[in-house]
């Protein structure tokens, strides 16, 4: 008997959470165990700091609404402007080659119109984070096939990034999942609208968060 939709979805949320997961943990690896913190020399433990939130790393100056571009490239070269004009990123080329190289490996569409692209490179000096939203959908090659329609993007130096930026990852797959925020940023009017929709979400996260 065919499943029921409340049978249904369940799988089906847990299969793209997971699928999320793993784009998140793919980002950088080796930066170290879960949960942890980086320690000093001597074996201490590193001073207690703020914990990061994705407010940390996005403002309005990387944040575009209703984008005219239509194919993949083209959305992360305007994203990655973006981020050159916050001072961190030194070079434009360098980030969208990064990009693109990671989309080689394997998509970073992960359905239900979500691509979070992202990019290592020396040519970033600290993490920042980009978002655009595509009324029209941009072919990703997502796992579902659908086109993005709104896309996330990471760039993150390519050393010495440290956890910071692995929790904030953590933070917005959490919310990413809640259909209550892609709705709000689906209907966003301003840039502020979706810094608002990050506030309401987010919250900082000490651990990595990617299992819960």
Same mark, same amino acid.
């Given at each position: 008997?065919?499943?029921t939709?409340d049978?249904?979805?369940? !799988?089906?949320?847990?299969?793209?959470?997971?699928?999320? !997961?793993?784009r998140?943990?793919?980002l950088l690896?080796?930066q170290? *165990?879960?949960?942890?913190?980086?320690?000093t020399?001597?074996g201490s433990?590193?001073?207690? $700091?703020?914990?990061?939130?994705?407010?940390d790393?996005?403002?309005e !100056?990387? %944040?575009?609404?209703?984008?005219?571009?239509?194919?993949?490239?083209?959305?992360? $070269?305007?994203?990655?402007?973006?981020? /050159?004009?916050?001072?961190?990123?030194l070079?434009v080329?360098?980030?969208?080659? *990064?990009?693109?190289? $990671?989309?080689?490996?394997?998509t970073?569409? %992960?359905?239900?119109?979500i691509?979070?692209?992202?990019?290592?490179?020396?040519s970033c000096t600290?993490?920042?984070l *980009?978002?655009?939203?595509s009324?029209?959908?941009?072919?990703?090659h997502?796992?579902?096939?659908?086109?993005?329609t709104l896309?996330?993007?990471?760039?993150?130096?390519?050393?010495?990034a440290?956890?910071?930026?692995?929790r904030?990852?953590? /933070?917005?797959? $959490?919310?990413?999942l809640?259909?209550?925020f892609?709705?709000?940023?689906?209907a966003?009017?301003?840039?502020?609208?979706?810094?608002?929709?990050?506030?309401?979400s987010?919250r900082?996260?000490?651990?990595?968060?990617?299992?819960g």
């Amino acid at each position: 008997m065919p499943d029921t939709p409340d049978a249904r979805e369940p !799988r089906a949320a847990a299969r793209w959470a997971g699928a999320l !997961r793993n784009r998140v943990r793919a980002l950088l690896p080796g930066q170290g *165990a879960p949960g942890t913190d980086a320690a000093t020399s001597t074996g201490s433990p590193a001073p207690a $700091r703020a914990a990061k939130t994705v407010l940390d790393y996005i403002d309005e !100056r990387t %944040i575009l609404l209703d984008i005219d571009e239509t194919d993949r490239e083209a959305v992360i $070269r305007r994203l990655a402007g973006l981020m /050159q004009a916050t001072g961190v990123v030194l070079d434009v080329d360098a980030v969208v080659q *990064a990009a693109l190289e $990671r989309e080689t490996v394997s998509t970073t569409g %992960i359905g239900e119109g979500i691509a979070i692209p992202h990019a290592a490179t020396t040519s970033c000096t600290a993490p920042v984070l *980009a978002f655009a939203r595509s009324r029209a959908g941009v072919p990703w090659h997502s796992l579902d096939e659908a086109p993005a329609t709104l896309i996330f993007m990471i760039a993150v130096p390519e050393t010495g990034a440290g956890t910071d930026h692995l929790r904030v990852l953590a /933070q917005l797959s $959490r919310s990413l999942l809640t259909p209550a925020f892609r709705a709000e940023i689906e209907a966003a009017a301003t840039p502020a609208d979706v810094l608002n929709a990050l506030a309401d979400s987010v919250r900082p996260t000490y651990g990595m968060g990617l299992d819960g």
